[in-house]
């Protein structure tokens, strides 16, 4: 099973109901609060917007300006100069659509607006909010074969989101004394072995376990892993209905 095939099956096992209703603030609070609020609060909102986002936003550049590792972190860098230092956090407006969707424009909007002046880095002093020292991970995405700016950007969202509902099932598992379990997590659905996953039985065999143990942490944790998802997704978008939509674009069957 491929990379692709195994997020989108971690995405779609499950289905969770649930009415179409408005969020509370709270659910978005990190982005009211970077575009509203002031003093360290705000400060320590833009951080948290900036750590969650700066994969996307440098997936993007790489793809839309072809530009190597280097020339696009100083370019992702300008970008949440502007996003914290300039007006483009007072623009949104949960009422147009998800924050992905917005984020995504604005990347666009500002490389065409950093070629016609060709100033990368200048408006912002070189200042440095953040560190990419994980940007080789995401150079991989784009690197290997031309891709679509706007594909790079969702598939580097969506590897987030799976990414952080992985590090969550994991933690709750090592609380839960369920260490067992995070291996069957590895082999069966993280990183299988290159001819693919081995069947329920094969593992079972393989680590001594029974073959109910193994489709109850499969099912368990792919459950598990889809409601986090859906809790983060439930982080940038205001209505209900909003999150199917998300999962349709994000991981599509």
């Not at 986002?53 to 100083?74: F, H, I, L, M, T």
């Not at 990347?107 to 440095?128: C, I, M, P, T, Y």
């Not at 944790?221 to 349709?248: G, P, S, T, W």
Request: aromatic fraction near 8%; glycine fraction near 6%.
């Amino acid at each position: 099973m491929s990379e692709d095939s195994r997020r989108r099956s971690v995405a779609f096992e499950t289905s969770l109901g649930g009415e179409g209703k408005e969020f509370p603030q709270t659910r978005w609070s990190a982005i009211l609060s970077a575009r509203t609020g002031s003093g360290p609060k705000r400060q320590e909102a833009l951080e948290e917007l900036c750590r969650r986002y700066w994969k996307p936003v440098y997936a993007y550049v790489r793809s839309g300006r072809s530009v190597e590792n280097e020339a696009a972190k100083d370019l992702t860098q300008e970008f949440f100069v502007e996003l914290v230092e300039g007006k483009l956090l007072e623009r949104y407006s949960p009422e147009r659509g998800s924050f992905r969707k917005y984020l995504r424009g604005a990347v666009q909007l500002f490389l065409l607006e950093s070629r016609r002046k060709a100033r990368a880095l200048r408006r912002g002093g070189g200042k440095e909010l953040f560190r990419l020292d994980e940007a080789r991970d995401v150079s991989a995405l784009v690197s290997a074969k031309a891709v679509d700016p706007q594909e790079a950007f969702d598939r580097q969202w969506a590897n987030g989101l799976v990414d952080a509902a992985v590090e969550e099932v994991r933690e709750e598992l090592l609380q839960e004394g369920r260490k067992g379990w995070i291996e069957i997590l590895d082999r069966h659905e993280l990183h299988p072995p290159p001819d693919g996953a081995p069947g329920h039985e094969a593992l079972a065999k393989e680590l001594r376990v029974s073959k109910w143990e193994i489709n109850h942490c499969v099912v368990t944790c792919r459950r598990r892993m889809r409601e986090k998802i859906r809790e983060h997704i439930r982080d940038y978008v205001q209505f209900e209905n909003e999150v199917e939509e998300e999962l349709a674009c994000l991981f599509p069957r």
